[in-house]
Nanobody, 123 residues
């Protein structure tokens, strides 16, 4: 049993958009946790994408997709979101959400992880 579950991945053409969602697997509410998004392509290291504080007041974005995405959360719905726009073939990867105390870009600081959702961008 995993703590978090991602959804919303799929196949899109270059220039298209996707919105990923993240919620608890058990249906329990998040604690006062920050939420981060990471991605990993085959043969490559896991890469930081974005993070948001528990209140939504503080956000951080990685360099690769900065300017092409918006991270948000709706605590009333117990769900986090990652809106991705102007997608490129190099964005193809498995995308993971995770929970931590702070919206850090360091994967080792996250203590709960989802199983990932596949995003594939065609030319």
């Amino acid at each position: 049993q995993v703590q978090l579950v991602e959804s919303g991945g799929g196949l899109v053409q270059a220039g298209g958009s996707l919105r990923l969602s993240c919620t608890t697997a058990s249906g329990r509410t998040f604690s006062s946790s920050a939420m981060g998004w990471f991605r990993q392509a085959p043969g490559k290291e896991r890469e930081f994408v974005a993070a948001i504080s528990w209140s939504g007041g503080n956000t951080n974005y990685g360099d690769s997709m900065k300017g092409r995405l918006v991270i948000s959360r709706d605590n009333a719905k117990n769900t986090g979101y990652l809106q991705m726009n102007s997608l490129k073939p190099e964005d193809t990867a498995v995308y993971y959400c995770a929970a931590s105390n702070l919206p850090s870009d360091i994967s080792q600081t996250y203590y709960y992880w989802g199983q990932g959702t596949q995003v594939t961008v065609s030319s």
